[in-house]
């Protein structure tokens, strides 16, 4: 029963060997500090009576069995379990742990993985671990071989032999293992012997004896399973006494054999501050950079969360790569490394942890180069705006405003979203970016405007306007449809207000209004534009003054469309209506007033008179004088009786009526024109339109023909305004009335009174005639010789008008039987014709022709009346003077050339001469004579007459031929 039992116990013995070794993985990277506080791997095999039965059997087995082929084996199995006992130490349970990540390295962790860090700008006071303590910790020695398994280091284990601890057993089974190895030079498992013993000695703190058990197992067996550990344990060993050279050797052993090493990782670690504490920075920075591709080719990502401990190797790594790149002299040498070795994708994280490092060192000047420098690099790198950032935050943190301002400025730079950089990346992709940029935007505008509102900036203040403008227009540029774009674009407006850019500023204040969803400052911002404009009217020249008027009724219409409840509504809307007056264009004038008057019903009394007048005005400008009679009589209902102003919308409301009265004329509709024209008397009797109103209507009625309405009209006209400049014209019209509807007596005493009041002399002359020949016609002769008389007396000319009524003065004292004075108007006519000149005429000629015959056949006559008495002698000579008298007046009448008067001329002469033989024959005789003289004194007249009876004869012969 025995013997079966002793095979039972060594199989299960076995098994447990296989399986510790087995259970050997490659486990991912960590710092070496920890390994001394592994704790053991307290899964045990559970044998059938423990581990003291086991050991038992194990030295029954050797000291009764023969030896076998299982000597060797039950050999180290019992040394095992001794060291197991006393240690806890199984067979094959070593393996590389990983660190558990210091809390200190999460900033860099953040950093490098390019998130977003609200707190960066304490990200150096937050890094508590200093770079003294970050060595120490990733630098101390990996403990002995034991402490793989031990909860215990290698000075507990030391302390507690020199406690009193039994090192027998542990002394046995080195005594095994060496026994073994002397025995069994080629046992097959002679690698785990030595591994075994070398851990016994590290457990007794026999450390140099450890060292050299190691050594002889990888000079016998390089091919050993425990090469790897063995070297790390070496390397770690040397390190710690700062034999460099010897741990190069023992961590480049390992690295030889690359990856399929499970202290690979570790190994490349170690031997990079291998040659960090050597200063071989360079050759440091090569290791690390290895160990970071590693992790890359085998899928590490450091965008994602890993386990603690790999992720602090990875955080440990770029925090040595960058005290080393910061020995080496910072991002110049890191990009002359990568230019010389290539670049790696994670440069990025490589270039972040140097620039925290210096943040953490307070050296904000290079962090901020350093981030600038990756920048420059790679402008396009998805991590290229974290760095801008960085840069704020850095000289935020060292408390450098100036270089904030720039790092900021540069920042909006390079990141606006029409710049470069989003050609190659999706902004929605990059929300925090996007956040800072938006901050940043508002900062620098905000900034800027204060500097240029800031008395004390004067000689910066055009530099401080551009730039705000230039931040405000990028922030809109770049978030045209934010939640707070609206009020970034009305401090813009206010800027460009501030600035007197007037046009400008009504733009950017209709934008805010007008472009966006309704917010809160929507219809103070539309109001502001309105202002804006008004204020640019102020200062534009007379060339723009109609396009800066239009754009001002173009943004308050839109206002009062878009805000129709505001305060101002009514206001803007009846200011643009003035406006538009102003630009002539009366429809839009009166639409939008009407509105005002339609829409605001309890506006200001002042604002609904200003619709009133508008609509009026513009009415009138568009002859809808119907409309305008209207709105007048509005306006005239909320002005007051001592306004100044009153008169003049009287005299509007008149012209409204008027006007009316005027189309209606147009239109030959007389009777509407007349009674228009008559409205005014009692629709406006103060206006100055009235007067020349009433004239009109009379005029009116006149062309209708109703006589009697157009004098009563005009004769109203002329009693109400005697001054008036239009009473001549009332008269003459009304003297047409008179004349027209047969009263003539009337009509000639209205053209007698315009004879009277007229100042013009061919108006005057003109009535005078009229009022005459009136006068004559309904039998007023003395009134009409009056008029006459005196317009030849008031116009000797023009000559031929003069002597026709002359002429007819004359005919109206022949009537009388006036011969003198008929004679004497006879006598006028001769003498004007003969005095005429030039504007003699033949109808002078004729009238004065006759004229002169009238009074030659009066000579005629008193030539004939005188008889031959005695005294012979006298009356003779009376008759030759009368005859010579009459032939010479009748001879004057040939000179007219005037065919009857010139033969009524010759038969007179003929006659003169006949009568003249004729009386010398009929002559009184003497009544002394005795017949023989009386015969001769007969036949003497006889001889007399004969010569003028034959002049009569030639001169009636001269008639018959005419």
Same mark, same amino acid.
Request: net charge negative; aromatic share 10%.
């Given at each position: ?277 050597? *200063? ?676 009636? *012969? ?5």
């Amino acid at each position: 029963m025995r013997r079966l039992t002793i095979p039972i116990v060594l199989s299960l013995a076995f098994m447990a060997g296989c399986a510790a070794r087995t259970n050997k993985t490659v486990g991912t990277a960590g710092t070496l500090a920890e390994l001394r506080n592994v704790r053991p791997d307290v899964q045990e095999v559970k044998v059938e009576q423990g581990l003291e039965q086991a050991m038992q059997n194990y030295r029954r087995f050797l000291e009764e069995t023969p030896e076998t082929t299982m000597t060797p084996e039950a050999m180290r199995r019992l040394a095992d379990l001794q060291l197991e006992k006393q240690f806890g130490i199984r067979t094959g349970d070593a393996k590389p742990r990983q660190m558990a990540a210091p809390q200190a390295a999460q900033a860099l962790a953040d950093a490098q993985a390019g998130k977003a860090n609200p707190d960066a700008a304490d990200a150096g006071a937050r890094l508590r671990e200093s770079d003294q303590d970050f060595e120490r910790r990733t630098t101390a020695e990996g403990g002995n071989l034991a402490s793989t398994n031990a909860g215990a280091s290698t000075t507990d284990a030391a302390d507690a032999v020199r406690a009193g601890t039994d090192p027998s057993g542990p002394l046995e089974a080195i005594a095994l293992y060496n026994r073994l190895l002397t025995e069994y030079p080629s046992y097959k498992n002679s690698d785990q012997v030595l591994y075994q013993m070398a851990r016994a000695y590290d457990e007794l703190g026999r450390t140099d004896e450890a060292m050299e058990t190691m050594e002889r197992l990888i000079r016998a067996n390089p091919n050993s399973g425990h090469f790897d550990e063995v070297q790390f344990r070496r390397g770690e060993y040397f390190f710690t006494r700062r034999k460099f050279r010897d741990a190069e050797n023992a961590y480049s052993a390992i690295v030889t054999l690359g990856a399929k090493s499970s202290y690979y990782e570790l190994a490349l670690y170690k031997l990079g501050w291998t040659f960090y504490k050597q *200063e071989f920075y360079e050759e440091a920075l090569q290791k690390y950079i290895a160990l970071l591709d590693y992790k890359v080719k085998i899928g590490y990502d450091f965008d994602q969360t890993h386990d603690e401990d790999d992720d602090r190797r990875v955080a440990d790594t770029f925090r040595v790569i960058s005290l080393s790149f910061s020995n080496l002299g910072g991002p110049e040498t890191m990009q002359e490394y990568f230019s010389k070795f290539g670049n790696r994708s994670y440069e990025d994280r490589v270039y972040s942890n140097l620039g925290e490092h210096y943040l953490s060192k307070l050296r904000y000047d290079d962090a901020a180069k350093t981030y600038k420098a990756f920048v420059a690099l790679y402008p396009f790198h998805r991590s290229a705006p974290r760095f801008g950032m960085r840069v704020v935050e850095t000289f935020t943190q060292g408390g450098f405003p100036k270089l904030v301002l720039e790092s900021k400025r540069e920042f909006a730079s390079k990141y606006g979203l029409k710049s470069e950089y989003w050609r190659h990346f999706k902004p929605e992709e990059s929300p925090e970016v996007l956040a800072y940029l938006k901050t940043n935007l508002k900062d620098l505008a905000t900034h800027y405007h204060a500097q240029y509102q800031n008395a004390n900036e004067a000689d910066e203040k055009r530099a401080n306007y551009r730039e705000a403008s230039q931040w405000y227009g990028a922030y809109l540029e770049s978030f045209p449809k934010e939640a707070d774009s609206p009020p970034v674009n009305y401090q813009l407006a206010d800027l460009f207000l501030e600035n007197k850019d007037f046009g400008e500023a009504a733009r950017q204040y209709e934008r805010t209004a007008y472009e966006y969803a309704p917010h809160p400052q929507s219809a103070a911002a539309g109001y502001a534009a309105i202002y804006a404009y008004r204020e640019q009217l102020k200062v534009a020249g007379k060339e723009q003054q109609d396009a800066v008027k239009r754009d001002t009724v173009a943004s308050s219409l839109k206002f009062a469309d878009a805000f129709p409840q505001d305060e101002h509504a009514a206001a803007v809307l009846g200011a643009a209506a003035d406006d538009l007056y102003e630009l002539k264009n009366y429809k839009a004038a009166i639409e939008a007033d009407q509105r005002v008057i339609d829409n605001y019903p309890n506006a200001e009394a002042a604002i609904r008179r200003s619709a009133w007048i508008v609509v009026a005005h513009g009415s009138f400008e568009l002859a809808e004088y119907s409309q305008a009679e209207h709105a007048y009589a509005e306006v005239l209902k909320v002005t007051p009786q001592g306004d100044e102003s009153r008169a003049s919308f009287v005299d509007n409301l008149a012209a409204s009526i008027y006007k009316q009265g005027e189309i209606a004329n147009e239109a030959q509709d007389y009777r509407a024109a007349a009674d228009n024209f008559l409205r005014i008397r009692s629709a406006a009797p103060t206006s100055s339109v009235r007067a020349t109103a009433e004239y009109d209507a009379g005029a009116a009625l006149i062309r209708l023909e109703d006589w009697k309405a157009a004098v009563e009209v005009l004769e109203a006209f002329r009693s109400t305004f005697p001054e008036h400049k239009l009473q001549l014209e009332a008269t003459k019209q009304i003297a047409y009335a008179y004349r027209q509807s047969g009263q003539l007596s009337h009509a000639a005493g209205e053209y007698d009174r315009i004879a009277s009041q007229s100042d013009d002399p061919a108006l005057r002359s003109e009535a005078l005639l009229d009022a005459g020949d009136l006068y004559s016609q309904s039998n007023s002769r003395d009134r009409a010789l009056d008029a006459y008389l005196r317009y030849v007396k008031e116009f000797p000319k023009p000559v031929e008008t003069a002597i026709e009524t002359r002429f007819k003065i004359a005919e109206m004292y022949k009537e009388a039987h006036d011969e003198p004075l008929y004679h004497q108007q006879l006598e006028e006519i001769v003498r004007a014709d003969a005095g005429a000149g030039t504007e003699r005429t033949g109808r002078t000629r004729t009238i004065a022709a006759r004229s002169a015959l009238v009074l030659a056949e009066n000579l005629y006559g008193d030539f004939v009346v005188v008889k031959l008495r005695q005294p012979f002698e006298t009356s003779l000579q009376d008759k030759k003077q009368r005859m010579d008298a009459t032939i010479a007046a009748l001879g004057r009448l040939v000179n007219y050339e005037i065919a009857e008067v010139t033969a009524a001329a010759t038969y007179y002469m003929a006659e003169t001469y006949s009568n003249f033989s004729r009386s010398l024959l009929e002559s009184e005789r003497p009544a002394d004579l005795k017949p023989e003289d009386l015969e001769e004194f007969k036949n003497n007249l006889d001889e007399a007459a004969f010569p003028f009876e034959e002049k009569a004869i030639n001169v009636h *012969e001269k008639n018959m031929e005419l």
